[in-house]
């Protein structure tokens, strides 16, 4: 659902995009990229999900697990651009913002009383920090494309990690993420120069690079090898 909802967006960025750049306009902001820094603001919609590696069904805890998957959540981001342009075509891109967040993992056990399903939401508190380096096209009349990349820390302020067990219910037991996050990050998007400010919009995929699972030996945990973080965030930015 959320894919289909993605590619149906793009294709209306393109097609709009198209029919927008063929017209002769006046050009709005025409020393916007000229300048060497410039401010601005976003307003986010992430869907955060998991990237999950378990150990093979034959190691330890892991045999009366069926299911284990990772199930995607939507949230949104508030942040602050600072865009520093070198020349025409690139510019250093630093966007700290503070990302609200939820993710669960969905386990199925098989049990003598038969199988047993249970739900660990994990939900997320961030203050993301990416730094990136964006490319962007000619600008035609008063429309651009460019792609984006770079890598990002994250800091989760709900983290659990550290919190004990105590509880047999299964119920009760918390599955904990570290607080500490590394990111990869890439991505496109589009700029429309407006009389008063620029307009973007942007989509960006970024991937963890280290395990953020907080490995306490619970029958939750122990069947997992690795867990990173995966995020797909869909932002309007306002720079001016």
Do not use: W
């Not at 709005?28 to 992430?46: A, C, E, I, S, V």
């Not at 990237?51 to 981001?77: C, H, I, M």
């Not at 199925?108 to 249970?118: A, D, H, I, L």
């Not at 047999?168 to 407006?194: E, H, S």
């Amino acid at each position: 659902m959320h894919k289909n909802k993605i590619i149906i967006l793009i294709l209306s960025i393109v097609l709009f995009t198209n029919v927008y750049g063929q017209r002769e306009t006046t050009k709005n902001l025409p020393k916007f990229d000229h300048r060497f820094m410039h401010f601005g603001f976003l307003l986010g919609l992430n869907s955060a999900d998991f990237v999950l590696q378990r150990f093979p069904p034959s190691s330890p805890g892991a045999d009366s697990l069926y299911v284990l998957e990772p199930k995607a959540a939507t949230g949104f981001n508030l942040g602050i651009i600072s865009s520093m342009h070198f020349g025409s075509y690139f510019s250093l891109r630093f966007t700290p913002n503070l990302a609200f967040s939820s993710r669960s993992l969905s386990y199925t056990f098989e049990t003598f009383e038969g199988p047993k399903q249970y739900t660990k939401d994990i939900e997320s508190t961030l203050i993301n920090f990416p730094l990136n380096i964006k490319y962007k096209s000619v600008r035609l009349n008063n429309f651009s494309a460019y792609i984006i990349g770079g890598g990002a820390y994250s800091l989760d302020l709900a983290s659990d990690a550290g919190h004990e067990n105590i509880s047999t219910n299964p119920n009760d037991i918390i599955v904990a993420i570290k607080r500490n996050d590394f990111m990869a990050q890439i991505g496109f998007g589009t700029d429309f120069y407006l009389e008063y400010f620029k307009f973007g919009i942007e989509l960006k995929m970024s991937y963890g690079l280290k395990d953020l699972l907080d490995h306490d030996n619970t029958p939750f945990t122990t069947p997992i090898d690795k867990l990173s973080s995966k995020m797909f965030l869909l932002s309007f930015t306002f720079e001016g």
